[in-house]
């Protein structure tokens, strides 16, 4: 009987200790995974990128000028390869910036909001998704609400530095986002940045009349936990950044911001 017990506790040792080595195994393969995923986006990111080229010259003024000891800096405008992007994939219809900052993205737009959720631009699985527009906006069409959805990565890529505008130190630094479409550059200032769950719908499209839009704008700008002064009316239009944040289940970062007309 005695012999018989010892028996039974090694088996249970065994099987305990198969189950903790399986156990492991499986936790390197997701570490291994998620650096290789990581590794393998940051490579893309970085090629993809090499097809955004910024030009930045620097003229100085005139020395009967008052302010002549100043320079004026002139960014032109950013050349974007539209043309090879398209050959990645046709179903790029553009590209986000935000000066100083790694969001320095092409964006995508598929027939619903899940595909892109976890495919990268070359259509290849890829736990980081790409940057992409809202299904239901119409690219070529000024929308009112023009939505465009990131992941919020650990390891700093795709939409993580949106949260970052938590702070609002960092939202007086950097109020402007930058969007090329296949047919004009558009930029657009930060007006509200909060943090919300799904049941909120900030990512609205249709709007029955001018008064339902004008409210939806108010709504936005009370959320916001930084107040910058900017003033939005029914005759914007707005740019939506969204991410997911974690400070509690189903949390989201939003970003809104009024198109800056010439």
């Given at each position: 009987?005695?012999?018989?017990t ?7 040792r ?6 903790l080595?399986?156990?492991m ?25 090499e ?7 620097e ?12 320079k ?5 405008d950013?050349k ?7 050959a990645?994939n046709?179903e ?11 969001i320095?993205y092409p964006v ?22 790409s ?9 070529n069409e ?9 992941h ?7 939409f ?18 930058e969007?090329t479409?296949l ?12 943090i ?6 900030y ?19 009370n959320?916001?936990?930084h ?6 009316t029914?005759d ?19 970003i809104?911001a009024?198109?800056?007309r010439?």
């Amino acid at each position: 009987m005695k012999y018989k017990t010892k028996q039974q506790i090694t088996f249970y040792r065994n099987i305990k200790i198969i189950i903790l080595s399986l156990m492991m195994i499986y936790c390197i393969y997701q570490i291994s995974h998620y650096i290789y995923n990581s590794y393998c986006n940051n490579k893309l990111n970085s090629q993809l990128q090499e097809l955004h080229i910024d030009n930045t010259q620097e003229t100085k003024t005139s020395e009967n000028n008052i302010n002549n000891s100043e320079k004026l800096k002139s960014k032109e405008d950013a050349k974007i390869n539209f043309k090879d992007l398209l050959a990645i994939n046709s179903e790029v219809v553009g590209w986000i910036k935000i000066q100083d900052t790694n969001i320095n993205y092409p964006v995508v737009k598929g027939k619903d909001n899940e595909y892109y959720l976890n495919h990268n631009i070359k259509k290849e699985s890829s736990a980081s998704g790409s940057i992409f527009m809202d299904y239901r906006n119409k690219v070529n069409e000024e929308d009112l609400n023009t939505i465009i959805y990131g992941h919020n990565m650990k390891d700093g890529s795709m939409f993580k530095t949106l949260t970052s505008y938590k702070e609002e130190d960092f939202l007086i630094n950097h109020p402007i986002i930058e969007l090329t479409t296949l047919n004009k550059i558009t930029k657009w200032e930060i007006f509200s940045v909060y943090i919300t769950d799904t049941s909120f719908n900030y990512i609205r499209t249709n709007f029955e009349n001018e008064e339902d839009y004008g409210s939806f704008l108010s709504t936005l700008k009370n959320k916001s936990t930084h107040d910058v002064g900017i003033n939005v009316t029914s005759d914007d239009v707005i740019l939506t950044l969204s991410t997911c944040t974690y400070e509690f289940y189903d949390a989201r970062f939003a970003i809104h911001a009024r198109l800056i007309r010439e």
